[in-house]
């Protein structure tokens, strides 16, 4: 019997953080991951060009026959999540869903921190997914534009990632918030800084995990995983040449990629 | 009479740096901006995307009957000056030579530092540009990824940006260069910063100001000079919706934009 893959997609290297906690909740299974790393950063772009990649890119993803979708990117997930999952006659997970379901399952004061990129928090989404879930939590949002730079300069534990995230952070503190969710793909690097600064009171809420989760919840559910005997392999595309997602993927997977490949997607559009 | 405009573009914001040079070089000048924020950063697309992208927005400048075309970009111009130069009909300046040339005239030494973002490090494009100057200089290069989102951040005298600018520069400042070139176009939001850190020993050079410098000598050459008396407009075209061009961009111009407007490339292709 053939087995399907997950698929996985961001706009760069972000959502490999989230595809460790896949491999590592459900090692059995095959993963194809794609990184539009030619159009990366999403943030900055409009809600209708982002749309039009994410369907783009989900496309190529399902004409290699996956049985699930994960979109790994918060940006994608705030504003394609409903129309991806119209469009395409398969499971789609995004990453907001989850984090802010285990927020509100965590937290006892309903005082909730999120933490995520301009974009992310601009977009509320987090705070309304939230809300939908209990209408009396207290959300306080702060954007930390330096964290994705920071992480992929690997100054996760220096004194200036230290300052940077005093900085971001004491407001939240102050406010006192008992949960804190990390809402962007790149933040788990900077996890155990993040949780020293926030102090041993404050719960933190790993949006990569959670959606790991999720996903595990969904094919268990769907009878869709693979025998926990098998070794899943795992596959990586880009939309740009590779060697920079290579040398910073590394350090975000927390181990070795195996072959990346570049692929045009108006070429496979033509083909598909 | 009428007199064209001097057309610049940049895959963003950064250029606003060198227009902002332009303007108080030559004040009696009309300016056309353009900047790709639906695409930005350049800096990791492959050079075959750049030099595409770089024709497309040379195209629309072009039409709108510019006289002179400022890449203020310093990928661009490592790789995409010479096809734009050969295949349009106006003078064509970049912002990497100007500032090599200025570097080989200032140093005593012959020890010069260039920063810049990893692409335009990795391209060794300045190293190359001071070499064809002066064969027996000694080019010492540093990438300083952090140094972008700090001035996007506004982060540019706190104590985050004293201690990234001092752990980036150490190396350079002990090798004992003399004389270190700014290039990246948001680097000049940080020139007080650089230059305490580096010392009054070490002079800096601001790619934007040279730039400047080269457009007023072509055109006072080719006498394509607006007469001084005159008060230049400024118009601004962006590729994605321009809330956050504005908002940092007001920052980087050192005052007021007027009005942005957002282009779509594909229609203006269609249409021209």
Redesign the interface.
């Known amino acids: 019997m053939s087995w399907r893959s997950i698929g996985i997609f961001d706009s760069g290297v972000g959502g490999l953080t989230v595809l460790r906690e896949i491999i590592k909740a459900m090692p059995q299974e095959d993963t194809i991951y794609f990184g539009d ?4 950063p999403y943030g ?3 809600p209708e ?1 982002v749309i039009r990649y994410a369907h783009e890119i989900t496309s190529f993803l399902v004409r290699r026959d996956i049985k699930l979708l994960v979109v790994a990117c918060n940006t994608v997930s705030a504003v394609a999540l409903n129309g991806l999952k119209r469009h395409f006659p398969i499971p789609v997970v995004g990453v907001i869903e989850p984090g802010a379901k285990r927020a509100v399952e965590v937290s006892r004061s309903g005082r909730i921190g999120v933490i995520g990129t ?1 974009g992310t928090i601009k977009s509320s989404a987090y705070s309304r997914a939230i809300k939908r879930l209990n209408a009396q939590a207290e959300v306080l949002t702060r954007a930390c ?2 964290f ?3 992480a ?2 690997g ?1 996760i534990d ?3 990632a230290r ?2 995230a005093q ?1 971001y952070l004491q407001d939240l503190k102050e406010a006192g918030v008992d949960t804190l969710v990390l809402g962007c793909t790149h933040y788990p690097l900077l996890k155990p800084l993040i949780c020293e600064t926030m102090g041993p009171d404050v719960t933190l809420v790993d949006s990569a995990e959670e959606t790991a989760r999720s996903v595990a919840e969904i094919l268990s559910r769907k009878k869709l995983l693979r025998p926990p005997s098998e070794k899943g392999n795992h596959h990586y595309f880009v939309s ?2 590779p060697a ?1 997602f290579i040398r910073v993927g590394n350090r975000f997977l927390g181990g070795r990629l195996g072959d990346v490949y570049q692929v045009n997607l108006d070429d496979e559009r033509e083909e598909g």
């Open positions: 790393t030619a159009r990366v900055t772009k409009s060009t301009a534009p330096l994705v730079p920071l992929e300069e100054w220096n004194q200036v300052l940077t900085s740009d040449v920079a």
